[in-house]
């Protein structure tokens, strides 16, 4: 069973920043991809930054200029610094994950419990 531990969300000010972390466990056999997605309430999911699994890192437009993503897919984890936080940066993000397991099933849709960020004075 695979899983995925987000931390780091919490109470920002505006202007303020944040560094979220996710690791990934269990019976893996290749992380092809790791990313940050977000959904505020009555919002889809939108991409926030992804390593994918061709290496490119992509950026959502709105988050561009003020997120960094890093991290080591070798070793399951991936960070995602967050700068300039606005109050429409408040969600819930979630860490994905593209992998194949132990038992050679490979999919995309692995994701952490998410963290609440919240962006406030």
């Known amino acids: 069973q695979v899983q995925l531990v987000e931390s780091g969300g919490g109470l920002v000010q505006p202007g303020g920043s944040l560094r979220l972390s996710c690791t990934a466990s269990?019976?893996?056999?290749?992380?092809?991809?790791m990313g940050w997605y977000r959904q505020s309430p009555g919002m889809r999911r939108e991409l926030v930054a992804a390593?994918?699994?061709?290496?490119?890192?992509k950026y959502g437009d709105s988050v561009k200029g003020r997120v960094t993503i890093s991290g080591d897919k070798a070793k399951g984890t991936v960070y995602l610094q967050m700068n300039n936080l606005k109050p429409e940066d408040t969600a819930v993000y979630y860490c994905?994950?593209?992998?194949?397991?132990?038992?050679?099933?490979?999919?995309?849709?692995?994701w952490g419990q998410g963290t609440q960020v919240t962006v406030s004075s």
């Open positions: 269990g019976s893996i056999f290749t992380i092809h991809g």
């Open positions: 390593d994918t699994n061709d290496g490119s890192i």
């Open positions: 994905n994950a593209d992998l194949t397991d132990g038992l050679g099933r490979t999919s995309n849709n692995f």
